[in-house]
Nanobody, 121 residues
Framework: QVQLVESGGGLVQAGDSLRLSCAAS????????MAWYRQAPGKQREMVAL???????DYTDSVKGRFTISRDNAKNTVSLQMLSLKPEDTAVYYCFARLMTTSWGLLRNYWGQGTQVTVSS
């Protein structure tokens, strides 16, 4: 089985920084995409940042210029550096990976358990 374990959430003030990390472990042949999603109370889960196998990154508009996603393919890890945090960034942040467990297998989606980020004004 595959596990995604996040760390780094917490309570910060507006303008502060946080770094989230996620490590994927288990039977992994190749991870195509690694991403961070978030879900605020009463809202749908949204993609925050995604990095593909080549390291190309995509961000939701509200975090562009403030958040940076990075991945280490050798270690199967992904991080999200968050700068200039705003109260509207408050949410549970989920690590996501789209991967193959074997060379002949299908691409499947996996999720971490989530880590809370709270930004006070």
């Amino acid at each position: 089985q595959v596990q995604l374990v996040e760390s780094g959430g917490g309570l910060v003030q507006a303008g502060d920084s946080l770094r989230l990390s996620c490590a994927a472990s288990g039977m992994i042949f190749r991870i195509n995409d690694m991403a961070w999603y978030r879900q605020a109370p009463g809202k749908q889960r949204e993609m925050v940042a995604l990095a593909n196998l080549d390291g190309d990154a995509d961000y939701t508009d509200s975090v562009k210029g403030r958040f940076t996603i990075s991945r280490d393919n050798a270690k199967n890890t992904v991080s999200l550096q968050m700068l200039s945090l705003k109260p509207e960034d408050t949410a549970v942040y989920y690590c996501f990976a789209r991967l193959m467990t074997t060379s002949w297998g299908l691409l499947r989606n996996y999720w971490g358990q989530g880590t809370q980020v709270t930004v006070s004004s």
